[in-house]
Nanobody, 111 residues
Framework: VQIVESGGGLVQPGGSLRLSCTIN????????MYWHRQAMGKRREQIAGVALGGTPNYEDWVQGRFIISRNNANNTVYLYLNNLKPEDSGVYYC??????WGQGTQVTVSA
């Protein structure tokens, strides 16, 4: 199982990004999928998960700014990041069932 994230980049405060995650050589339809992030010098933290049936769940601190979704037909999980703040900068990781994780995609929020 090889998980590949994409969509990170540099964005100004208040901006948005869409992160994508796919599994090479496998299907996301077999897994509950998760997004975590790790800021420099901080502990890795969970952002959100999406169940096999598509039900999302979020950490309390997300407060509606981020949205997770899955599209099993195109084998992709998305994380929409809205109203980004500098403290949202970090490496964002996608995981399958907490068993497999990608290498991450860097998000930098800066003016």
């Amino acid at each position: 199982v090889q998980i590949v994230e994409s969509g990170g980049g540099l964005v100004q405060p208040g901006g948005s990004l869409r992160l994508s995650c796919t599994i090479n050589g496998g299907s996301i339809s077999r897994w509950a999928m998760y997004w975590h992030r790790q800021a420099m010098g901080k502990r890795r933290e969970q952002i959100a998960g999406v169940a096999l049936g598509g039900t999302p769940n979020y950490e309390d601190w997300v407060q509606g700014r981020f949205i997770i979704s899955r599209n099993n037909a195109n084998n992709t999980v998305y994380l929409y990041l809205n109203n980004l703040k500098p403290e949202d900068s970090g490496v964002y990781y996608c995981g399958a069932g907490f068993a497999y994780w990608g290498q991450g995609t860097q998000v930098t929020v800066s003016a």
